[in-house]
């Protein structure tokens, strides 16, 4: 499966080999490479510039290296998780700012959201309806937190609803950290709170007669709406 790495550029050479037999299917999750000695021998290679290489993909998220005795590399799944890890320590970092992420959520998420509605089925109407009856119960006693956490697994299976990987992916990353914003410029109250559970309850509405335009109106009108408060406490107006 492999060969000699390129003299002029082993390490990249050895990360692009292995990493073109996973993504092409040779390599399928699960599968644990061959002993480090015989990597050495198949690139011809040094131990230390097949180790870099085998920490760069695990890095990349394509690889997990296992320690002990029966330990070594294996192949992953190849998911999100990476990417997300790296959108995060960027919104808590603070280079993403409040109004990058608003402006992102005002021009995709109506969209998105649409889409989720236009596809929408009994199985995610139910799974919608059940995370509203638990986001009510939240707010009945006054669990501003834990209404908010709800909140978000509204959004992120909304994601799921598109069927739509990079639109799960967005929606995930984006709703996984936005809980920053919140706790900094707009803390939940009762008020917020119930305005929050109207907005869900009119989408859920939408979204049970398939009606893509008018989810779309909601969420980007819920989403804008509650940019402005946030926009307004930025400012010390309230």
């Known amino acids: ?56 993909l695990e890095q990349k998220g394509l690889i997990e290296i296992k320690l002990g005795v029966s330990g070594g590399a294996i192949v992953k799944r190849i998911d999100t998780e990476p990417i997300a890890e790296s959108l995060a320590l960027l919104i808590r970092s603070g280079e993403v700012s409040l109004e990058h992420i608003s402006e992102f959520r005002i021009k995709i998420e109506g969209s998105l959201v ?73 803390p939940m109250n009762k008020k917020r709170t119930l305005e929050n559970l109207t907005d869900f309850k009119r989408l859920l509405d939408a979204m049970r007669i398939n009606d893509g335009k008018a989810a779309s109106r909601i969420i980007m009108d819920h989403v804008k709406r509650f940019n402005n408060k946030m926009q307004e406490k930025l400012k010390g107006k309230t």
């Open 114 to 186: 649409e889409l989720a509605a236009q596809r929408a089925t009994k199985k995610d109407i139910r799974e919608l309806e059940t995370l509203y009856n638990k986001a009510k119960a939240y707010y009945k006693e006054h669990d501003w937190e834990n209404f908010l956490k709800t909140d978000e697994e509204m959004h992120t299976y909304i994601g799921i609803m598109t069927r739509n990987p990079v639109f799960q992916f967005v929606q995930k990353s984006i709703h996984d950290n936005i809980h920053k914003y919140y706790e900094e410029y707009l």
């Open 1 to 56: 499966m492999f060969k000699k790495a390129k003299q002029s550029r082993v390490f990249q050479d050895v990360v692009e080999q292995i990493q073109n037999a996973i993504l092409s299917g040779k390599l399928s999750p699960g599968t644990k490479l061959p002993p480090e000695r015989e990597l050495k021998d198949m690139f011809n290679t040094s131990r230390g510039t097949l180790r870099e290489a085998l920490r760069v």
